[in-house]
Each structure stands twice: as structure tokens, then as C-alpha cells.
């Protein structure tokens, strides 16, 4: 049983960043492939960005590659992610999720969800 918990999410201007955090409880958090998802107002989650379970593998959305950082520290079981040059359109709550094996993009195989944090970005 893996636990997320995420936090770091808030109010900014569009063209600033911010940096997402998720902390994670258990032993085998270097085992679990993370991800970061989001979903914004009236829409579907989506894929944001994952890293594979040992780090340096990583995978961007389209729409966040350039501007979004995923990276993890298996000492601290956190990943994070970090968002700069934010636009309005990154407005959305932010969720992590772990799976164990492969990266994946695909929400339906991630096994462990945290709760989500706000992220809205004012124009």
C-alpha cells in the first residue's frame, strides 16, 4: 500500500512557477513508477508528465514538454514537479499516482492516487 500525499499547488500569474511536491509512504517508493496527472474544469485527467522507478527516464505531455520538470528523490520518497513559464490553461488540480513497472501515460494503470492540489494560474 502506497500513500501520496501532494502539496506545493496555489494561486499564481501567468508566466510564473511553481513547484508541486508529493510525499509518499512505504519502504519500496524507489520500486513505483510516478506520475503526475491533471484535470481542469469541466474537463477529462489527463497526462501531465512520468518517471520510471529508478529516475532518469522521464516523459512529457505535448503541452507541458519544455516547460515541466519531473524529477524524484528516492531518499525522501517525494517526487516533484516542477512548472515554470505557467499559462492560464495549466489551471487544473494536480494529482500524482504510483504504479509499480514501467512509466506509462495511461491513468488506468496507475494503482496509488494522492488527493490533488489547486494549481490556478490568472492571466
Known amino acids: 500500500q502506497v500513500q501520496l500525499v501532494e502539496s506545493g499547488g496555489g494561486l499564481v500569474q501567468a508566466g510564473g512557477s511553481l513547484r508541486l511536491s508529493c510525499a509518499a509512504s512505504g519502504r519500496t517508493f524507489s520500486s513505483y513508477a510516478m506520475g503526475w496527472f491533471r484535470q481542469g474544469p469541466g474537463k477529462e485527467r489527463e497526462f501531465v508528465a512520468a518517471?520510471?522507478?529508478?529516475?532518469?527516464?522521464?516523459y512529457y505531455a505535448d503541452s507541458v514538454k519544455g516547460r515541466c520538470t519531473i524529477s524524484r528523490d528516492n531518499a525522501k520518497n517525494t517526487v516533484y514537479l516542477q512548472m515554470n513559464s505557467l499559462k492560464p490553461e495549466d489551471t487544473a488540480v494536480y494529482y500524482c499516482?504510483?504504479?509499480?513497472?514501467?512509466?506509462?501515460?495511461?491513468?488506468?494503470?496507475?494503482?496509488?492516487w494522492g488527493q490533488g492540489t489547486q494549481v490556478t494560474v490568472s492571466s
Open positions: 518517471i520510471k522507478s529508478s529516475s532518469g527516464s522521464t
Open positions: 499516482a504510483a504504479k509499480l513497472g514501467y512509466k506509462s501515460t495511461s491513468s488506468t494503470s496507475y494503482d496509488y
